[in-house]
């Protein structure tokens, strides 16, 4: 290379030296593109520097800045955000980075407890303080006043033929039986049960049954106006044709057979019944249960 031109080159870089950095770059550029032409390459082995920046290489960056070849310049020293770790707990209860649930209410439907009624025994007999009827025509009176008795209740039958209207005829019909009974016992207990026909039907046979287990479980006592005769469990003959009242104070066998208390004679004040038996013996007239 000539010398002139040479001098020309080291003219430039001096200059270069002083100036700022991207005008640097586009200096050495230049020279670059010349010394390329002129076979002639320049190495520096010192970075020049003006004051604390560090002149730092730059490359071609497309338009997009992006691209494979593409980079961007970075200062020569850099500082991070410095990165504080929280210290505040999450609270009790909420899990972290979970939105607090809120707990709905819950609705406390009340529910009705409902109890089952007991089932009767299949048998029961009520204790009675027997009294034999003391004239021919109380048996009315002899028979409400040994059922009250299975109920802790005491009246003489002279006491009870009044509100009986009892004569010697005898007791009108099972009517009057309810009421004296509920009177008595100061109760709506007592409901009059009729069998107007020759004989029991199966539906009346079967409500007798029920009528007797009902009174007796709960500790009352039954009286049936009957009239005829009957053979009880045991080979005995009763008969009254012309009408009688007894108190039914026991069943077994789940109402099918009831014990008797009978005011008609001591010898025999007590004797077992098929229901069915003393239903047509019933048959008639009626009875208080």
């Not at 997009?64 to 200062?75: D, K």
Request: proline share 6%.
């Amino acid at each position: 290379m000539e010398d002139h031109v040479k001098d020309r080159f080291k003219q430039q870089l001096t200059r270069a030296v002083s100036r700022r950095p991207y005008q640097v770059a586009a200096v050495s550029a230049a020279v670059l593109a010349v010394t390329s032409a002129t076979g002639v390459l320049l190495t520096r082995t010192d970075e020049p520097t003006r004051g604390d920046l560090t002149v730092a290489a730059v490359t071609e960056r497309n338009d997009s800045g992006a691209g494979a070849g593409s980079r961007a310049v970075r200062p020569a020293t850099t500082t991070a955000p410095s990165a504080v770790p929280s210290t505040a707990a999450p609270s009790a209860g909420t899990p972290t980075g979970t939105p607090s649930a809120v707990a709905k209410p819950v609705r406390k439907v009340a529910v009705q407890a409902t109890t089952a009624k007991p089932k009767p025994p299949a048998k029961k007999v009520l204790d009675v303080d027997y009294q034999a009827q003391t004239t021919y025509y109380y048996c009315g009176p002899a028979a409400v006043r040994n059922a009250l008795t299975v109920r802790g209740i005491e009246r003489s039958q002279d006491a009870l033929a009044g509100p009986l209207n009892t004569d010697e005829g005898g007791t009108d019909s099972a009517y009057d039986t309810t009421r004296v009974l509920n009177d008595v016992t100061g109760t709506d207990f007592y409901r009059t049960r009729l069998i107007p026909g020759g004989s029991a039907t199966e539906a009346q046979m079967d409500q007798l049954r029920a009528d007797v287990v009902r009174a007796v479980s709960t500790g009352y006592a039954v009286v049936a106006n009957v009239a005829g005769s009957v053979t009880d469990t045991e080979g005995g003959w009763h008969s009254f044709p012309g009408g009688h009242y007894i108190a039914v104070v026991g069943y077994a066998d789940d109402g099918r057979s009831v014990r008797i208390a009978d005011s008609a004679d001591p010898a025999t004040a007590s004797y077992w019944l098929e229901t069915t038996v003393l239903a047509n013996w019933i048959a008639t007239r009626g009875y208080s249960a």
